[in-house]
């Protein structure tokens, strides 16, 4: 009996050791954005934002008097492993990606193709596949030097900016799973600088925004789409969060504006194959309320009421077919998965007739698109 305890008491005491393989955090450098660009002969560089962990605060930036609290390291490689080996070399610390949650890559780098860095974050364990993808027009390198103002880190507001669904969000998996999927085109956010204050050209006071996106074909980009499409985008996926509509009153009317927040939106997509024809609808449902009426028009009247919200069906119907009609005449790119959708309804039909031929039936793919409004909410004013 008491040699088993002894033993007992020995297994406890082994289990109550420290990890083996334990990382000290004054051992490491923390990378919390991942810059990557081709440069001239053909190389990747890769420009790492590093965490300097005694400078970092709350919030707050070197704008508001206080010290930088990242750095920007960057080397070059033939791939994204040898320029990672190459630029450890000029750190005393390991360099540790696990915290990193921004992947910003340049355009030249994105239009020759990402397969290769999807596959080093497929593969590398420490690359986060959680972490927002993003390009920019020009160098990662250069943006990533941004200063931040609300935030002690630039990426800590570039994570909030994509949390906030102000435009698309995409995950290093979406893309990847985007590049696997059979009649899905990858697409992500665009991310640039723009000035503070509206309608002015200082070049100091600049702060980072998602506006646009990129849309690839496989997995090379091959254009930009502006702010208007990208919300075409979001209706089309689903992704619709909020927003403000504004409608134009006629002058026979009044004239003025009245303008709308979106509360919840729907959008289905409804594959119709008939006789060997192919179809797509598109059936969005939104609900809205009025948050401003800067118009003659008496909302507490029905019918005007009514009006108002067959205006809104046409602007949103018109938005999605703007972006509809550069997916499928500029781009030639399904970047809003319809293909995905015939798939699941008609996945016989998918896999015998319209899977080898996707990239040429998806341009001539007829799309009819159906809005029903609701405004819920007029406010209290009249």
Not at 11 to 17: F, H, N, Y
Not at 129 to 151: D, Q
Not at 212 to 225: E, P, Q, R, S, T
Not at 233 to 245: K, T
Request: net charge positive; hydrophobic share 40%; glycine share 6%.
């Amino acid at each position: 009996m008491k040699a088993l305890k002894m033993f007992l008491l020995a297994i406890t005491v082994s289990l109550l050791t420290g990890c083996w393989n334990r990382i000290e955090v004054n051992d490491i450098a923390i990378v919390t954005a991942i810059g990557l660009d081709l440069v001239e002969d053909d190389m990747i560089r890769l420009s790492l934002q590093v965490a300097i962990p005694t400078k970092l605060g709350p919030t707050g930036g070197s704008k508001g008097g206080k010290e930088r609290s990242t750095f920007v390291i960057s080397e070059k490689g033939a791939t994204v492993s040898e320029a990672y080996r190459n630029l450890q070399m000029k750190l005393s610390r390991r360099v540790f990606f696990s915290q990193s949650r921004v992947l910003l890559i340049g355009e030249a780098l994105a239009r020759r193709g990402i397969a290769t860095i999807i596959d080093f974050y497929a593969r590398f364990h420490q690359p986060r596949m959680n972490s927002f993808i993003m390009f920019t027009k020009g160098y990662a390198s250069e943006v990533i030097k941004n200063i931040p103002i609300l935030e002690s880190v630039s990426a800590e507001e570039t994570k909030e900016l994509a949390k906030l669904s102000v435009g698309v969000k995409v995950y290093v998996r979406d893309f990847l799973n985007m590049l696997l999927t059979d009649g899905f085109e990858p697409f992500a956010p665009e991310y640039k600088l723009t000035p503070l204050e509206v309608d002015t050209k200082d070049d100091i006071g600049k702060i980072q925004v998602i506006n646009g996106a990129a849309v690839f074909k496989k997995d090379k980009l091959i254009g930009w789409m502006d702010d208007t499409e990208t919300r075409g985008i979001l209706w089309l996926r689903n992704e619709i969060e909020g927003g403000v509509i504004s409608i134009k009153v006629p002058k026979n009317k009044g004239g003025g504006i009245i303008s709308f927040d979106i509360i919840r939106s729907e959008t289905k997509l409804l594959p119709i194959l008939k006789d060997g024809q192919l179809k797509l609808k598109v059936k969005v449902t939104s609900e809205m309320i009025v948050t401003e009426n800067y118009s003659k028009v008496v909302l507490l009247n029905q019918k005007n009421l009514e009006e108002i919200q067959k205006d809104i069906e046409k602007e949103i119907r018109t938005r999605i077919q703007l972006v509809v009609n550069s997916a499928q005449k500029e781009f030639q790119s399904d970047i809003f998965g319809f293909g995905q959708a015939v798939y699941r309804k008609y996945p016989k039909a998918w896999n015998t007739v319209y899977k080898k031929n996707w990239d040429q039936d998806f341009p001539k793919l007829e799309v009819k698109i159906h809005s029903k409004v609701y405004v819920r909410r007029i406010g209290l004013s009249k």
